[in-house]
């Protein structure tokens, strides 16, 4: 089956530094990842949608800027966090979606970020 | 605004028991029905997905869509302590551009 994979998968840093989370897709070619995040005990909430070789396309309240997203392959998404805060810190998942699986999403499996 | 609603729960059921977990969407054009679980601290998993009316069985799950209705439920039977978590049910939009998620029902199955 569709399998992604999502590093680190946990990772601390300092308040001011970046931190840039991979995403793979392992045995199919996604022309689309969509990244989400988590708070603890919230609802999954979309991010941005990563298109290979073009702009994401991010959903209304997310900065763009702090959240810098690159696609540069079909197996392949990164987001960057930049100068990351405390309120940052959270649970971030990427998917791809495979038509292997009826187009639905394909998780990796998430990154815990904390910012100290 | 294409919405899918679950009840948030906790659903309780003894093990054994079935457990019935339910989910309606807004967008009569969608195609594609998946049910995904999540336990706490880790990233979703698919279980199933359903395109069909009527009912698809996998082991001890069982989604049934009704798109007259707008309703798409999944049955858990012989229901165990390991199946607590939170289910999401998720509804691919018509144009097969984006998945909507609802908010999650959290299952707790008691020993």
């Known amino acids: 089956g569709a399998v992604v994979s999502q590093h680190p998968s946990r990772v601390i840093c300092k308040s001011g530094t970046s931190v840039k989370i991979e995403c793979r897709s392992l045995?199919?070619?996604?022309?689309?990842m969509f990244w989400y995040r988590q708070f603890p005990k919230k609802s999954l909430m979309l991010m941005a949608t990563?298109?290979?070789?073009?702009?994401?396309?991010?959903e209304q309240g997310v900065e763009k800027d702090k959240f810098l997203i690159n696609h540069a392959s079909l197996t392949l998404s990164t987001l960057t966090v930049t100068s990351a805060h405390p309120e940052d810190s959270s649970f971030y998942i990427c998917?791809?979606?495979?038509?292997?699986?009826?187009?639905?999403?394909?998780f990796g499996s998430g990154t815990r970020l904390t910012v100290v | 605004q294409k919405e899918v609603e679950q009840n948030s729960g906790p659903l309780s059921v003894p093990e054994g028991a079935i457990a019935s977990l339910n989910c309606t969407y807004s967008?009569?054009?969608?195609?594609?029905f998946f049910w995904y679980r999540q336990y706490s601290g880790k990233s979703p998993e698919l279980i199933m997905f359903?395109?069909?009316?009527g009912d698809k069985e996998d082991g001890r799950f069982t989604a049934q869509l009704n798109k007259a209705s707008q309703y798409v439920s999944l049955l858990i039977r012989d229901s165990q302590p390991s199946d607590s978590a939170t289910y999401l049910c998720?509804?691919?939009?018509?144009?097969?551009?984006?998945?909507?998620f609802g908010k999650g029902t959290m299952l707790l199955v008691s020993p």
């Open positions: 998720a509804v691919l939009n018509s144009g097969y551009s984006t998945l909507t």
């Open positions: 990563s298109n290979e070789g073009s702009k994401a396309t991010y």
């Open positions: 967008d009569r054009g969608s195609q594609s």
């Open positions: 045995d199919f070619q996604a022309t689309t």
């Open positions: 359903i395109y069909s009316n």
């Open positions: 998917s791809a979606r495979d038509s292997g699986t009826g187009y639905g999403y394909t």
